[in-house]
């Protein structure tokens, strides 16, 4: 049997960095995840440059059905105390928007620095080395006062006297997401918020899309709002026509807080007023209408709509001082307040992020372990969900730390020094 303090399971962003910092303050750890790579999330993000961090990263970036369980861990390890890491290891980044920062070179910097961390806290690495069972004993066989788990895996049987689940959500199965932890809060009674596709692209119905799946490519900056007056949530972000829907920051941000059956809406102009703007035109030039509309968004995307429009009756295919006022006004409520209702989203498969996962209600914030004694939680597969921008690899980081910190003080005892 091999024994180890803590073991965390999942080799990820999370897993990663709670295992460095928990090793480096003396705690016995071993890192296992059943895929032969390592952090693969962390290899692909940001375009290969991982997009490791937002400079402002506050609790309001960040969804749950506990509001305000992260702050605490949010607030004891910031972005600064990441970026000091990274500067400590000489890896060079840029902040592209937003308050974004990205590696120079490689997200391989990142995972690099990660090992290392761990190396310098003489964390033992098994991968790939599948889990098929955790049990869990109240009273100790291990002679401290502290419970203690056993684990069957492909390279024995694990003694510990905490487990740390650190194995992601659903999203993007072909890297090797799974449901395990799930499956472990479900065996140990912790409550899950149902897991969903976030920061993923939305769908629409194959037919109504049509005409709109010939712009497959076009970019254009946009705000995009859901919800009601309650609940109403809106970004300014670029949007990106696909040929199965919407996808874009925009649209990526909007699928957290959209709900299936529930419209969007979209203001393709939002810098300008555009009534004010079709009104002086009228008065002042005899282009077509779709040629003025060329000023606003792109001339595809001008030449489509007005398509559309006239299809539905508006008679928007003539110059602009020919058209009646009547069709004007509604060419620009149209423009600045397109509403249309998403099918559906591109599921897992194309969703950054998992949204929901073990509720929080029954984990501590201060140092992320469950009711139930010894068993922790982080990173993506807790019920905390970031924006689009770095900050979900933010909450990685700071929920692996203040997982590492409470570790230490639970298991550093007199009988474990």
């Known amino acids: 049997m091999h024994s180890f303090d803590v073991t965390i399971i999942g080799a990820g962003a ?28 962390i290899r692909i993000s940001g375009g290969g440059r991982c997009n490791f961090t937002n400079r ?33 290891y000489e890896i060079p980044f840029h902040e592209k928007h937003k308050g974004q920062l990205f590696c120079d070179r490689s997200a391989e910097d990142v995972i690099n620095m990660l090992l290392a961390e761990c190396e310098v806290g003489n964390v033992t690495r098994w991968q790939p080395c599948a889990v098929s069972s955790i049990r869990f004993f109240a009273s100790s066989p291990r002679g401290i006062s502290t419970s203690s788990y056993e684990i069957n895996s492909d390279r024995g049987t694990i003694s510990c006297s905490a487990v740390v689940i650190a194995t992601g959500g659903l999203s993007i199965p072909k890297i090797g997401a799974t449901d395990f932890g799930y499956r472990v809060a479900k065996q140990f009674d912790l409550p899950v918020v149902k897991p969903r596709p976030a920061l993923v692209p939305l769908t629409f119905d194959e037919q109504a ?29 670029d949007l ?13 941000q909007i699928s957290s807080y959209w709900k299936p059956g529930t419209p969007i809406r979209l203001n393709l102009a939002p810098d300008t007023d555009i009534a004010e703007l079709l009104t002086n035109a009228k008065a002042t030039s005899r282009k077509l209408i779709a040629n003025e509309l060329g000023a606003l968004v792109p001339s595809r995307l001008a030449d489509t709509w007005v398509a559309q429009g006239t299809a539905m009756g508006h008679n928007w295919a003539r110059p ?53 004694p010894g068993l922790y939680f982080i990173g993506e597969v807790v019920d905390v969900t970031g924006w689009l921008g770095g900050y979900n690899f933010q909450w990685a980081w700071a929920s692996g730390f203040a997982c590492a910190q409470g570790l230490a003080t639970k298991l550093k005892t007199p009988s474990n020094p």
Not at 17 to 41: I, M, N, R, T
Not at 209 to 236: C, H, N, Y
Not at 240 to 252: A, D, E, I, K
Request: some cysteine; glycine content about 8%; proline content about 4%.
């Open 320 to 372: 602009i001082n020919e058209a009646s006022d009547k069709a004007l006004t509604a060419l620009s409520e149209r423009l600045s307040q397109w509403e249309l209702t998403p099918t559906g989203t591109e599921g897992y498969k194309k969703a950054e992020v998992t949204a929901g996962g073990v509720d929080t209600r029954n984990l501590s914030s201060q140092t992320m372990e469950s009711k139930q």
């Open 209 to 237: 899309w049509a005409p709109f799946a010939q712009l497959s490519g076009l970019s254009l900056p946009v705000r995009i709002e859901t919800g009601s007056k309650k609940d109403r949530t809106a970004f300014m972000e």
């Open 56 to 88: 402002e990263s506050l609790p309001a970036n960040f969804i749950s059905d506990n509001p305000r369980f992260c702050r605490s861990a949010l607030s004891r390890y910031t972005p600064r105390d990441f970026i000091a890491l990274l500067e400590k």
């Open 14 to 41: 999370a897993g990663l960095f709670c295992a460095g910092v928990a090793g480096q303050l003396g705690l016995k750890v071993l890192l296992v995840d059943h895929s032969e790579k390592v952090a693969e999330k």
């Open 240 to 252: 990106l026509f696909t040929h199965r829907g919407l996808s874009g920051p925009g649209v990526l």
